[in-house]
Every structure is written in structure tokens, then in C-alpha cells.
């Protein structure tokens, strides 16, 4: 019983991280049908930022900021640099730029920096626990899961309450009818690149602090835990995207305690085919409705 | 007021528009009828900035507006309500009608609100149920609502009374005369050709994507060959 | 299978051999030049790589899904190579706990081969299957994300199967004994890949594939089942995949788990971008363009390289030009393309088929008018009752027509009437809730498109879908394909005398998107003749036509129609094209058949004027 409660807090944890990629992502591809292959490079690039800053005698409580600010940054950048461009083109054309874009960043880093990995200090309470009734729970985890709640909480209130969120969901639903309505689509386009980085810019604290450090190719893994977690609850539904990653942190968590020892590794491999399954049957997703073809 | 001419697109596969001409002054209700495939849906969303257009000139109170953006054109003070009404399902009545007004100011905004809640009573019941739940009579009043928040001074409205029973109907035709008694200037298009050319001041007939009548709405209802306009013969 | 023996079999080969030569000439001549040992290495690998790259092309070309899997079917083959070819002396030092006993078994690399291709192609089945039941299709995501997880999956297994693969530290490396000293299966295998790779694509498989990726909702509606063909060319494409992956192993002499993954994955993606997806001189070209590239790069990355005397690693170029530049660039050539060119500098351009027109072609004298046909089989179209609710609307009521071998029967109605409905109804893409059609005394009701297609149902659409990429020949040629397999009861036309009835002779080799509005109605309609239908079902042919045009349609249809023997079904809002075509027509208010009779008849009905100009409250 302790072990399962155990395992749920440590899957909330990583879900958590998983949830903010995903809505990043999601939110991206409800505005412009964009599968977002390069998500992952918002943790790569401040990642060595963060490496760069630590060097420089910064600590955390200042590199926190830094992080989400050239997140927010990285985001818009790219959108400027390479997405404008293939803008209305066919879905494609959009994915092969997004990995594309992807590949330039890791190699550049690969390129101008190093190939190897980058060490980066932990803040000193990363490793400590707390016992509560019996279990033993990681302090990194509980700080997870509650900025994540506060991140997300906020986030709701930007979409529901401002005319900012108004806009964006409009402009998710039917971007042509939002531009009658006088919607900018320049400002709409940018400004769900810009909250995709900032929800990328919280993920990328917490990763970048457990993993302890930063590779060229750091982005692959948060950038598929993203992707998966989105297609998991439906591309195109926020909600699903935040569901889908806390499905994928817990799936993970409780079959690596369920599957038997030998196979405990394939652990992710399982998770994909799980997820290549559930496409098979369900083609949108968790919270999919069944479309009609238009004909 | 809005001035087209010479207008042609060619949009897809579906109806072009061949050399159209339009006018329409201040204050008139305007009705744009003619059977189905014969472009008055391209003519507004030509208008509108939707669908690119070839050729023509579109003026609106002297300044050309051909081929700008929609969003630049609905800033212009021009509102469409589309086909299809295409309200934002997953978003409130509020909500509608609060992007409706996204190019006001917060208050201005507050006060179109209340202005819309005494229009169409049946929104103020509604405020904050999803517009994917309402009824298409009320989907109608919304998307008309909606268009009304931007304050334009021309609302084009395309086959408002599509899919909706006889009732209904009726009060779609009542709204578009209690606009007309506020002032406001309307372009509508509309299937049901007899009621438009009541209710408006003059009107278009568009058939293969060109004008073969204009008139006074009497006029054309006066007219024994409509049928044949309608038909082509 | 093959349409038409010099262009789609004698020039391909005579093509794939030019192609040949000219690569590997190419390379000769580079590794001459630069005489040493990393140029050879090169060329082999460049090699190699087109062998897959071809693979993949034969898939995402002619398919138009995007697919990251291949090198993950790669990575299944090239296993399976290793772990058959290598010495059981090798084995015991890397993998000596070996599942299934393979520490002791040994086989020659040539068995090694065939054995990774079955393996390989098991996997490639299963998941040819999901694709197919996630609906994939050209452009959508659920096929990508599918073929992302091969990709992962056999990655992840490599990784953490240490007993079978090595894992990731050590991988597997051998030396097989035959080592792969000398180019000669290369070369093989590099020709015979270029010969299947245009066979496939100029075969009827290949053909039905291409069109289904031009228009999915088109191809289906001339009889073509897209999941079929999408199969048969994931096998074939995996095939070769699969040898050169082993031959990419053998010539390594190892395996690593990354060697098969992201990086390149994207190497061969890009070299299939630039060159032009739709295409196989495309792929080549995109081989050798890229490989290039990348070696100019990585030279000029090196130290003390030297252009024009400007040392390109002093400051400040020495920013620019590094080691691993090569990597960037493919990232670079790949987002770039994408914003310039998406469609690859070929396109879809072949070089064979380039001969074949230059050379091959000859004149070609326009056929003779055909005769209308006679001895018509006498089949009736019979629908009744037929209902569809969406949600809570009720789209169709109890609605119904039938319809004659040799009549023309028109549908009108004002909009939302559900005209459009009843035809997406009998064409298999709306189910109806309730309601049964058939010809003669075969039911059709819940059959899928292709399938009524196939039974003598074809349509038209609206919007116009014709085959784009494809010439006006290919298009009606694609029809004439099914037509001769499934339609083999009837007369089927031949297919210039199709389009020379359409008159679409002098545009018959250009492409179906060049045409302009009238055109491409006519082509549309031929393409729908050629499949020999029964009946055909016209879904507002005139719409966007003026007055005249729409008058001349009518003489088009009707000639068209008898010229195959088959029944019309028109819905058009043209009143005028109704009247002058049909037969009789029936009129749709509202979701119900209100009125039915001749064109002077339905005119004449008051309910059916009201219909459409709206009735007055008062009524």
C-alpha cells in the first residue's frame, strides 16, 4: 500500500513535468496544426544558458528566472525564424521543419559548444525527503507538483478570464471566423508560441534539476515525453494534454514497479507501443469525438 | 458606402465570380438572392477578406479594402456573420460575444454586453451555457450578437435564415428590421428570396457568379419572370 | 499489371541503368581524383545509403505518408543480420547469452540477409496493419506518430536487450569472415533497388498508391482500396530497406543501437527532401546532392583547409566552419527546403519517364469517334426510404429514387434540401440510419466506397477531385486500372478514346491541375466513364460554369453516358442544365422527395417554385 502510494507521488511528480510539456505542445498545434518537434530545444537551449550562468557565479534563485524568460525567448525566435515561413503549408511540410529546426539546434549545440555533457549543481535541497505517515517522499516531487498545480491554475485563468486566452481559444477553434472577429492573427500566433515557452520555460527548471546536467541532445526526450502525452489525450485538447501527461508519468512509474525484473529497461519501450496501440484504436486520442470525413 | 465592381474570384472549384458590381449606401438593408452555386457566399467572403480575389476593386467609405486582411477589414467596420453561423462551440454566450467585441476597449466592451442582453433576451437566459448546446435559432442570435459587438457600420449577413423552421425565420426578419430602424446599414444574403425582397430596400440577383437583376425589392418581386431569372431562362 | 510495356517497364529499366552508371560513375571518378581510402570509404557508404533512401522513397512517394519507422525496420534487419552472419567464436565473446540458441548458429551472409529481410517484413505487417486501422492516409499524423514509435520501440529494445543486441555500450561488431571487402553485392543490390523502385511505380499497385495519395476520397471513389496498396508498398519498401541495412552493417562491420535512430533517420529523410520525395532520380540525386554537401563541409570544417588562398579556420570564419558542420547543414537543407521548395528540386520529375517521352513516344494519332453503345445491360438503381439523422437533425427522411440503365435523372432542392447527403449516402460515405439501395437485385446499403465503385456506382464531386499530380491520361488511366479488373462484365472503354471524347486529346499529357475550370470537369467525367459504371453519379458538374458553358455539358454528359452504357444521376442547382438533361427529376425540400416528374412537369409545380424562392409567411 505504501509502495503504490509511494509510486503515485513519484508518477505525479514526473506527470507533472509531462503535463506542462504536453500543454505546450498542444498548444501550439490547436492554433496552427503544428506538431511541434522542436519543443524539446526550450529545455535544451536554457539548459546551457543555466550552465553558462552557474559558471558565472549565478545561483538558483536567479537562474529560475533566467530559464523561463529565454524559454519564452527560444520560442518566439524560432517561430519568427522558421515557422512564420511555413505558415497555412500542409501538415508535412510543418512536421519535417519542426524536426528540421530540432536537429539545427542539437547539432549547433554539438557544434559551437560540446559534445559532452555539461554539469550542472542541483539546488541543495534536491535530495532531501520528508516522512509522512510512514512514507518516505521526496521534497524534489511535492515542489513539482505544486508549482505545476499553481502553473496550470494560472494558466486556466489566462484562458478563461483574459481576452488574451479568449483569442487564443477562438483562434483554436476556427482561426478564420476569429480573424472576423478582428483577432490578429500575427498577435495570436505569437503569443501561443510565447505561453508554449513559458510553460516549456517551468518544465525545463524541474528537468534541468534532476537531470544535474545538459547534452546537445537533452531536448529529445522531453520534447517525445510532450509529444506522446498530447497524442495520448487528443492533439488539440488542453485539457487532454494535461490528462495525458499525468497518464504517461504514472503509466511509467507503476509498470516499471510491475514488470518483472528482466524487463524493467523496455519500461519506455512499453510505453510506446501502449501508445502506438491506443492510436491504432483510437486515432484522437483519450478524449477523442470520432470525425466525420468531409467530403 | 461599399462600393464593388468588376469583382471576380475563382475560388477551388466552387462558384467564381464573374465581373460582379455591387453599391450600397448608408442606411439601406440590401439583399443579395439567386439559387444556390451562384457565389453570394464567395461575394461576401470576398468582401470580408476570406477568399482572394482576382480581379475588382472593393471601396468601403473611400478606402479600398480589396484583398486586406480580415481582421484590418473588420477594423474597417465591416462585420460578417457567417455561413453556417460558426459561433465558438466550446466557448460561453459570454464569451462569444466577448470576442465579438475584441477590437473595443474593456468597458465599451461591458457596455455592448448589456446592450446585446436587451436585444436578445434569450442570450441573457443562456449567458453561461456552451454555444454548442443552443438551438439553431439561438446560434442565429448569437452569431448576429456577436457581429454587432464590433461596433460596424456594415453587417453582412450570409443566409441567416438557413436550416431554421418557419418561426424562427420570422424572427430573423424581425431582427433585420429592428436593425434597420437603428440606423444600421445590411447586406444579407438569403435563400428565401420572397421574404429578403420584402424586407429589404433594394436588392441583387446573382446567378453562375454574375448580377442578372437589380432593383427595389417591390420591383423585383413585382417581376412575373423571377422564376426564370432564378432558373435561366 | 503493367498498362503499357515500353513505358512502364523497358524504360524504367534502360532509366534505372542510366542512373546507375551515372552514380557510380560519379564516384569513381571522386575517389580517383582524391585516391585515398576515406574517398572510397565514402562512395561505398554513399552507396549504401541510396539503397535505403530508395527504400524509403518507394513508400513516402508513393504513399504520401511520412514515415520515421523505416530506419527503425532497419535497425530490426540489421540486428538480424548481425546476429545470423557473425561467428559463433565473435558471438561468445559479445552476446554469449544469446536468446533462441543464436550464440551457436551461423549462417552465410547471403541467408544472413534473407533471414533479417523476414524478420524485418514480419514486423513491417503488423504494422502495416495498424496503419491501416488508424485510417492513415497521405498528411495525417496518427500514421507519423505510429512510425515514431517504431522507430523508438526498436531503439529502446536495442538498447536494453543487451543478450541479444550487446546493448548500448559495446554493441555487437564482428568481422563475418566473408567480410564485405569488395562492392559487388553493393552494386547489385543498388541497381536491383532502382529497378523495383520504378516497376513498383509504374505498376498498376503503384499507380492505385499514387492516386490515393493525390485524392484518398477520389481514389476510393473510383474503386481503389488505399490500405491495400499502402500495404503492398510498405513491404516492398521495407524490403529493400531491410538488405540495405544489412549490407550498412556488413560494411561497418558493427551495429550500435544509434546507429539506427534519430540521426539517421533524419540523413536519409533529407536526402529524400531535397531530391524530391515523389520520385527516384529524385531520391538519387537527393543521395548524391547531400553527400556532397556534407563532405564539403567536413572538409572545410578541418583544419588548415584552404580556399583561395583564405585559411578557412582562422577568425573570424573559423566561427562558421567547423568540425560536425556537416550536421548542421542537414538541419539547414531540411528547413530550408521546407520553406522554398517542400516538394525536392525533382519534384516528381523521372528521368526514365523523361526518355520515354524524348524517345519512346513516337506520334500518336487520335482515335476514332466511338460509337454509342448498344445492347445496354438493363439494370434498374433503386433507392428507398432512406433516412439520416446527424445528432438531433434529420437530414434525410424516408427519400428515394430510381433510375434507369439508359436514363437521365436529375435531383434539385434548395440548399440544406439534402441532396448532397442522399449521393454521399449511395456512395458509401454517409451511413444512412435506415433505408435500402441497390442495382438490380444487389443490395448495396453499408458498403464502402471502393466497394460500390466497383459494383457500378461512381461519382463525381463538387469540389472537383481529380488526381493532380497526375496527367489526363494517368487520371483516366487509374480508372481504366480498376475497371479492367472489377468492371470485367462490361465494355470497358479504352482510354484515349475517352479523352478524345472528352475533348482533352491535346492536353492528354499535361498535368490534371494545369487544366482550367472546363477542362477539368470534362476530365473528371471521362475518368468516372472509364471505370465502365452503370451508373453514373454527377454531384453539381456545372457548378462555377457560366450559362454557356453549363449548356454545352449538357451534349457532354449525355454523349459520355451512352457512350459506356451507363445510367446519370445528376444534383445541380442549374435549373437550365436540369431541365435540358434529365429525363425526370426529382425535387428535395427539407430532407424529404417532394415532387417528381418531367422537367415541364416539376416547373410547373407551385410547391416546387415556393421551394425555392421561399414561401411568405402567410402560406
Known amino acids: 500500500m505504501s509502495e503504490l502510494l509511494q509510486n503515485l507521488i513519484d508518477g505525479l511528480g514526473r506527470g507533472s513535468i509531462y503535463a506542462l510539456l504536453a500543454l505546450g505542445v498542444a498548444v501550439v498545434f490547436g492554433i496552427m496544426h503544428l506538431l511541434n518537434f522542436a519543443h524539446g530545444e526550450l529545455i535544451t537551449i536554457p539548459g546551457y544558458v543555466t550552465f553558462w550562468a552557474f559558471n558565472n557565479g549565478w545561483n538558483w534563485w536567479s537562474v529560475i528566472p533566467l530559464i523561463v524568460v529565454v524559454s519564452i525567448l527560444s520560442s518566439l525566435l524560432i517561430e519568427r525564424i522558421a515557422f512564420s515561413r511555413v505558415r497555412g503549408s500542409k501538415d508535412f511540410t510543418m512536421l519535417l521543419t519542426s524536426f528540421g529546426v530540432h536537429f539545427i539546434v542539437s547539432a549547433g549545440f554539438l557544434l559551437y559548444v560540446s559534445a559532452s555533457v555539461k554539469p550542472i549543481p542541483r539546488p541543495d535541497w534536491f535530495a532531501k525527503t520528508v516522512a509522512v505517515g510512514g512514507l518516505r517522499i521526496e521534497i524534489f516531487d511535492l515542489v513539482v507538483i505544486a508549482v505545476t498545480i499553481v502553473v496550470l491554475a494560472g494558466t486556466t485563468w489566462l484562458l478563461q478570464r483574459t481576452m488574451f486566452g479568449l483569442a487564443l481559444r477562438a483562434a483554436a477553434d476556427d482561426f478564420d471566423t476569429a480573424r472576423l472577429m478582428g483577432v490578429n492573427s500575427n498577435s495570436v500566433i505569437r503569443g501561443a508560441f510565447a505561453l508554449s515557452g513559458f510553460l516549456a520555460g517551468i518544465a525545463a527548471v524541474f528537468w534541468i534539476m534532476r537531470e544535474g546536467q545538459v547534452t546537445p541532445t537533452a531536448g529529445i526526450n522531453p520534447m517525445l515525453q510532450g509529444v506522446l502525452a498530447a497524442l495520448i489525450g487528443g492533439l488539440g485538447s488542453l485539457r487532454g494534454a494535461v490528462l495525458g501527461g499525468f497518464v504517461l508519468g504514472l503509466a511509467e512509474v507503476l509498470l516499471r514497479s510491475w514488470l518483472p525484473l528482466g524487463i524493467q529497461n523496455l519500461t519506455t519501450g512499453f510505453v510506446f507501443v501502449m501508445i502506438a496501440l491506443l492510436f491504432i484504436f483510437r486515432p484522437g486520442g483519450l478524449l477523442s469525438v470520432p470525425q466525420v470525413e468531409r467530403v | 458606402m461599399l462600393e464593388v465592381s468588376g469583382l471576380t474570384t475563382k475560388y477551388g472549384a466552387i462558384s467564381a465570380l464573374r465581373d460582379a458590381d455591387l453599391t450600397i449606401r448608408e442606411g439601406e438593408v440590401v439583399g443579395l438572392i439567386g439559387p444556390n452555386g451562384a457565389g453570394k457566399t464567395t461575394l461576401l467572403g470576398s468582401i470580408a477578406g476570406l477568399i482572394p480575389v482576382d480581379s475588382g476593386k472593393i471601396t468601403f467609405s473611400g478606402a479600398d479594402i480589396t484583398s486586406l486582411a480580415p481582421e484590418k477589414i473588420l477594423r474597417a467596420g465591416l462585420a460578417l456573420v457567417p455561413e453556417h453561423r460558426r459561433i465558438f462551440s466550446d466557448m460561453t454566450v459570454e464569451e462569444n460575444l466577448k470576442i465579438g467585441g475584441v477590437t473595443r476597449n474593456a468597458s465599451e466592451r461591458a457596455t455592448l454586453l448589456e446592450e446585446m442582453a436587451d436585444l436578445f433576451p434569450v442570450l441573457r437566459d443562456k449567458w453561461e451555457t456552451a454555444a454548442g448546446y443552443m438551438s439553431g435559432g439561438e446560434a442565429q442570435q448569437l452569431a448576429i450578437a456577436r457581429a454587432l459587438m464590433s461596433k460596424p457600420k456594415l453587417i453582412m449577413m450570409d443566409e441567416p435564415s438557413l436550416g431554421l423552421a418557419p418561426i424562427l425565420v420570422d424572427l430573423v426578419f424581425d431582427l433585420i428590421d429592428t436593425l434597420r430602424t437603428q440606423g444600421r446599414t445590411i447586406l444579407v444574403v438569403e435563400q428565401n428570396a420572397t421574404r429578403m425582397l420584402r424586407a429589404a430596400d433594394r436588392a441583387y440577383v446573382l446567378r453562375s457568379g454574375e448580377v442578372v437583376a437589380s432593383g427595389t425589392g417591390s420591383e423585383l418581386l413585382e417581376r412575373s419572370d423571377l422564376f426564370d431569372t432564378f432558373v435561366g431562362r | ?619
Open chain 3, 1 to 619: 499489371m503493367f498498362p503499357n510495356t515500353k513505358r512502364d517497364i523497358v524504360f524504367p529499366i534502360i532509366g534505372s541503368a542510366v542512373l546507375f552508371v551515372i552514380l557510380l560513375g560519379g564516384g569513381l571518378i571522386y575517389q580517383t581524383i582524391i585516391g585515398n581510402g576515406s574517398a572510397e570509404r565514402l562512395i561505398t557508404t554513399m552507396l549504401i545509403n541510396a539503397i535505403i533512401v530508395i527504400g524509403i522513397q518507394i513508400y513516402i512517394g508513393n504513399t504520401g505518408i511520412l514515415s520515421f519507422g523505416h530506419i527503425g525496420f532497419g535497425a530490426i534487419a540489421g540486428y538480424a543480420f548481425a546476429v545470423y552472419a557473425i561467428s559463433p567464436d565473435e558471438k561468445l565473446k559479445r552476446i554469449p547469452n544469446a536468446p533462441f540458441g543464436l550464440t551457436e548458429t551461423q549462417v552465410s551472409p547471403i541467408f544472413a540477409i534473407m533471414i533479417a529481410v523476414g524478420v524485418a517484413l514480419i514486423f513491417a505487417f503488423i504494422v502495416g496493419i495498424g496503419l491501416a486501422r488508424s485510417g492513415a492516409q497521405s498528411g495525417a499524423v496518427a500514421a507519423t506518430v505510429i512510425t515514431l514509435a517504431v522507430l523508438f520501440v526498436t531503439h529502446e529494445v536495442a538498447k536494453s536487450w543487451p543478450e541479444l543486441t550487446g546493448g548500448n555500450r559495446g554493441g555487437v561488431s564482428f568481422a563475418i569472415g566473408a567480410s564485405l571487402g569488395s562492392r559487388w553485392p553493393i552494386l547489385l543490390v543498388l541497381f536491383a533497388a532502382l529497378v523495383v523502385a520504378r516497376l513498383y511505380g509504374q505498376s498498376r499497385s503503384g499507380r492505385l498508391a499514387i492516386a490515393a495519395r493525390e485524392d484518398n476520397l477520389a481514389a476510393r471513389a473510383m474503386g481503389v482500396n488505399p490500405l491495400v496498396q499502402q500495404m503492398v508498398a510498405l513491404l516492398i519498401s521495407v524490403t529493400v530497406v531491410a538488405v540495405g541495412s544489412s549490407l550498412r552493417v556488413w560494411q561497418i562491420g558493427s551495429i550500435l543501437p544509434d546507429r539506427f535512430f534519430f540521426d539517421y533517420t533524419m540523413l536519409t529523410l533529407v536526402m529524400l527532401i531535397v531530391g524530391g520525395r515523389n520520385s527516384v532520380t529524385g531520391a538519387v540525386l537527393g543521395v548524391a546532392v547531400m553527400t556532397s554537401a556534407r563532405e564539403l563541409a567536413r572538409r572545410l570544417g578541418q583544419n588548415g583547409f584552404e580556399v583561395f588562398g583564405i585559411g578557412l579556420d582562422e577568425p573570424p570564419l573559423d566561427w562558421i566552419f567547423r568540425e560536425n558542420l556537416n550536421s548542421v547543414v542537414l538541419g539547414v537543407a531540411m528547413v530550408g527546403f521546407m520553406i522554398w521548395r517542400p516538394t525536392g528540386i525533382l519534384e516528381d520529375w523521372e528521368f526514365d519517364q523523361w526518355l520515354y517521352r524524348k524517345f519512346g513516344r513516337g506520334d500518336e494519332a487520335e482515335p476514332e469517334r466511338m460509337d454509342e453503345l448498344e445492347d445496354i445491360p438493363d439494370v434498374r438503381f433503386t433507392a428507398s426510404d432512406i433516412s439520416v439523422s446527424f445528432g438531433g437533425f434529420q437530414a434525410l427522411s424516408d427519400a428515394g429514387i430510381t433510375a434507369a440503365s439508359g436514363e437521365v435523372v436529375g435531383i434539385i432542392g434548395p440548399n440544406g434540401a439534402g441532396k448532397t447527403t442522399f449521393v454521399n449516402v449511395i456512395t458509401g460515405m454517409v451511413e444512412a440510419t435506415d433505408g435500402h439501395f441497390s442495382i438490380g437485385d444487389r443490395p448495396l446499403e453499408g458498403k464502402a466506397s471502393f466497394e460500390l465503385a466497383r459494383s457500378g456506382l461512381v461519382r463525381t464531386f463538387q469540389n472537383l477531385r481529380l488526381f493532380g499530380a497526375l496527367t489526363v491520361r494517368e487520371n483516366v488511366e487509374t480508372a481504366s486500372l480498376v475497371a479492367r479488373e472489377h468492371r470485367s462484365d462490361r465494355t470497358v472503354r479504352d482510354v484515349d478514346s475517352l479523352i478524345s471524347e472528352a475533348g482533352l486529346w491535346e492536353h492528354r499529357h499535361r498535368r490534371a491541375r494545369e487544366l482550367d475550370y472546363g477542362n477539368s470537369r470534362r476530365l473528371e467525367l471521362a475518368r468516372a466513364a472509364a471505370m465502365a459504371p452503370s451508373f453514373m453519379l454527377l454531384d453539381e458538374p456545372t457548378s462555377g460554369m457560366s450559362d454557356t458553358e453549363s449548356v454545352t455539358m449538357i451534349e457532354q454528359v449525355r454523349h459520355m453516358a451512352a457512350t459506356v452504357g451507363a445510367g446519370v444521376i445528376v444534383i445541380d442547382h442549374d435549373l437550365g442544365f436540369i431541365t435540358g438533361i434529365s429525363d425526370r427529376i426529382y425535387v428535395f425540400d427539407q430532407g424529404r422527395v417532394i415532387a417528381e416528374g418531367t422537367p415541364g412537369e416539376v416547373q410547373a409545380n407551385k410547391a416546387v417554385q415556393a421551394a425555392y424562392l421561399g414561401s411568405l409567411a402567410e402560406d
